[in-house]
């Protein structure tokens, strides 16, 4: 088994036939084909049925993808890593994000690092779910990861510092001073702007408000920060969203939680942070991150 083998059966399982598999990796159809029955053979088994026109995986295929996609990326990293050694200018990080992360806390970092890395390619993966991300990086996706704290994680974390989770209230409920804090349990019979189960945010915002003492109900569900933002604003109910991702024109509406919710964000990945991941967590840590909140709800 080696290398080209499994970039090969990757490109096959992607495209679904021999003829776009053999574009893809820039070989003849015939030594595609020869490639693949060389790394059934060497496994023992079929890895695929081929169909007329098409193919499919077997049940031995399917649990060899993962394992070979990973290999794969794992050896596309190890070229740019050795590229990177030699000229750190250049090259390429691909840096993946829970998405109110991406939205509200990355744009002046990666601003930074372009600023001091120009000849730098960014590539940004932006994943709705925290466990999304956590399986995507540990099955080969992107150089670094921002997020939350993985529940499990074997490689390297680094600490960033902490999100306040801020309400955004109504025209009708905002008090006057903006820096009064109010209690979560003040909303407590009216219905919330919610996120769509699909965004790790609706989790951790129903775990808040258990902790609180009720259930919130759904006058609308959203996949995004800014819609559940700029719906709160609106009027259509209260919504808890991470303070950083509420957007400028918005801050009239916010206020703070008299017991603060927050939750610990960290960059982290599978080895050892590359030359260029490395830099990318010194920019982070340029922007002021505020310390956890005294008494504060932690969301995990």
């Known amino acids: 088994m080696n290398l080209r083998q499994l970039e090969y059966f990757v490109a096959l399982a992607d495209e679904g036939s021999f003829t776009r598999a053999a574009e893809t990796v820039l070989v003849s159809q015939p030594s595609l084909s020869q490639q693949i029955r060389a790394l ?3 496994l023992g088994g079929a890895l695929i049925e081929r169909l007329h026109r098409t193919i499919r995986l077997t049940a031995a295929g399917k649990v060899f993808l993962p394992e070979a996609r990973a290999a794969v990326s794992a ?3 190890a070229v740019r890593a050795a590229r ?5 200018q250049a090259g390429e990080l691909e840096i ?3 998405r109110s992360v991406a939205a ?3 744009p002046d970092s990666l601003e930074r690092f372009g600023r001091a890395h120009p000849g730098v390619l960014l590539r940004l993966h932006e994943l709705g779910h925290r466990a999304v991300l956590e399986q995507q990086v540990r099955d080969g996706l992107g150089d670094i990861a921002v997020g939350p704290r993985p529940r499990s994680w074997h490689g390297p974390v680094q600490s960033l510092g902490w999100e306040e989770f801020m309400l955004v209230l109504p025209p009708g409920d905002r008090p006057a001073s903006p820096e009064e804090r109010i209690p979560l349990d003040a909303f407590s019979d009216r ?3 919610l996120f769509d189960p699909a965004n790790g945010l609706s989790e951790l915002v129903g775990a808040a408000c258990r902790a609180a003492g009720f259930q ?6 959203t996949g995004s920060v800014e819609a559940a933002a700029r719906m709160a604003a609106a009027g259509l109910g209260p919504a808890l969203v991470p303070g950083n991702a509420v957007p400028y024109e918005l801050l009239a509406a916010v206020r703070g939680v008299r017991a603060p919710v927050a939750r610990e964000l960290v960059a982290f990945t599978r080895g050892d942070f590359s030359p260029l991941a490395l830099g990318f967590v010194a ?3 340029e922007r002021a991150w505020p310390a956890k909140p005294r008494g504060a709800f932690v969301l995990s």
Not at 84 to 88: E, N, R, V
Not at 216 to 221: D, M
């Open 40 to 42: 059934e053979a060497e």
């Open 75 to 77: 050896a596309q990293r």
């Open 84 to 88: 990177l050694a030699l000229d750190l």
């Open 96 to 98: 993946a994000a829970v």
């Open 104 to 106: 509200g806390l990355l």
């Open 191 to 193: 219905r919330w702007v």
């Open 216 to 221: 919130p109900q759904v006058a609308v569900q």
């Open 283 to 285: 920019a982070l840590r």
